[in-house]
């Protein structure tokens, strides 16, 4: 071979190099995931253009990724109970609906196989479109004002009354010196003063109270709904008597003890507006992302384009 030829040879092998190079090069990421140039091109058709291409294989990238990230498994037993209900829906018997698939050419092993991954991806699916869900406090608050004025201009506004609780509490706050069980034993022995009339619960929550701004007040909370308050705290006011003082209980600011000192019926008519705001705001991106649950996969994920 002479010098020429050989000449020739490099410059195509540098070439080849060259136009793979710029075959391999990356034109997007999927939550750091890289795309290809390549991938692309061969996700191209006579009826799609270069973006098509490109959406189809992100679209593919997040669906792998959802699926992976989702952890979702299938066992036996769905599946049979999905194929019993196939058969079923078709009028047939086990033995007749084998028959079928293998009239068909697609073995029974294959069917499940199918059969399984469908579920597993309605799962995913499902799981993609609750968590595109995303409402803003200002989004229901609108919506409520105008539902709210759009009854009242019909004059069917639907009037909602509710119990207010008046509440007064003591609450004791965790620190390296006061454990869980030092704090309710502490709660414990006031409670029992306060009844034993050896103080009073004014003067107790003024004394030990770590929720200052109420400790001032006899430890009043004044009137509120019940659902304000976090959870534990919210079950401890619907079901103490008026007039008892709760055992000691746990919240995630610390241990309580409170009392109901009176209710009230109260107009929330606006927070039913709110609910049904909600509500339909919740709905609705729900039906959009149903139509199309890819979309509610891009809505969360981070997808950068390389030019």
Same mark, same amino acid.
């Given at each position: ?7 020739f ?5 540098l070439a080849?190099?060259?136009?793979a190079?710029?075959?391999e090069k ?7 995931v890289p ?5 692309v091109k061969?996700?191209?058709t006579?009826k799609?253009?270069r973006q098509?291409?490109l ?7 997040l669906v792998?990724q ?8 299938v066992n036996? +037993?769905?599946?049979? #109970?999905i194929?019993?209900? %196939?058969? *079923? ?8 609906? @084998? ?5 068909q050419?697609i ?33 229901v ?6 539902m ?9 506004v639907?009037?909602l009354t509710?119990?207010q609780?008046?509440?007064?509490h ?7 010196l ?6 309710? +034993?502490q709660l414990e #022995?006031?409670r029992?003063d %306060?009844l *034993?009339?050896?103080t009073?619960f004014?003067?107790?929550? @003024?004394?030990?109270?770590k929720d200052?701004l109420s400790?001032a ?5 004044g ?5 304000m308050?976090?959870?534990p705290?919210?079950?401890a006011v619907r079901?103490t008597?008026?007039g008892?003082?709760s055992?000691?209980f ?10 109901v ?5 109260a ?7 709110r609910?049904k705001?909600?509500?339909q705001?919740?709905?609705q991106?729900l039906q959009?992302?149903?139509r ?16």
């Amino acid at each position: 071979m002479n010098l020429k030829s050989v000449l020739f040879v490099a410059l195509g092998f540098l070439a080849f190099i060259a136009n793979a190079q710029a075959e391999e090069k990356v034109v997007a990421t999927v939550n750091g995931v890289p795309v290809l140039e390549s991938q692309v091109k061969s996700a191209l058709t006579k009826k799609s253009n270069r973006q098509a291409a490109l959406d189809k294989v992100i679209d593919d990238i997040l669906v792998a990724q959802a699926v992976k990230e989702s952890g979702v498994s299938v066992n036996n +037993a769905q599946v049979d #109970q999905i194929i019993e209900g %196939i058969a *079923a829906q078709n009028g047939l018997t086990f033995g007749q609906l @084998l028959d079928a698939l293998d009239y068909q050419g697609i073995s029974y092993a294959a069917y499940r196989q199918q059969i399984a991954q469908q579920l597993m991806m309605s799962e995913v699916r499902n799981r993609a479109i609750s968590q595109s869900v995303d409402v803003s406090r200002e989004q229901v608050e609108a919506l409520a004002k105008k539902m709210l004025a759009e009854a009242k201009a019909k004059g069917n506004v639907a009037k909602l009354t509710d119990t207010q609780y008046e509440v007064r509490h003591i609450l004791l706050k965790l620190n390296p010196l006061l454990n869980d069980a030092q704090a309710k +034993a502490q709660l414990e #022995q006031i409670r029992a003063d %306060i009844l *034993a009339g050896k103080t009073t619960f004014a003067d107790a929550a @003024l004394k030990y109270s770590k929720d200052y701004l109420s400790g001032a007040n006899g430890g009043s909370l004044g009137y509120a709904f019940p659902e304000m308050y976090v959870g534990p705290f919210n079950k401890a006011v619907r079901t103490t008597k008026q007039g008892v003082i709760s055992a000691p209980f746990k919240t995630e600011f610390g241990w309580h003890i409170l009392e109901v000192t009176n209710t009230r019926q109260a107009d929330r008519t606006e927070d039913a507006y709110r609910q049904k705001a909600y509500e339909q705001i919740v709905n609705q991106q729900l039906q959009d992302s149903a139509r199309d649950w890819v979309q509610a996969l891009r809505k969360r994920a981070n997808i950068k384009y390389i030019n």
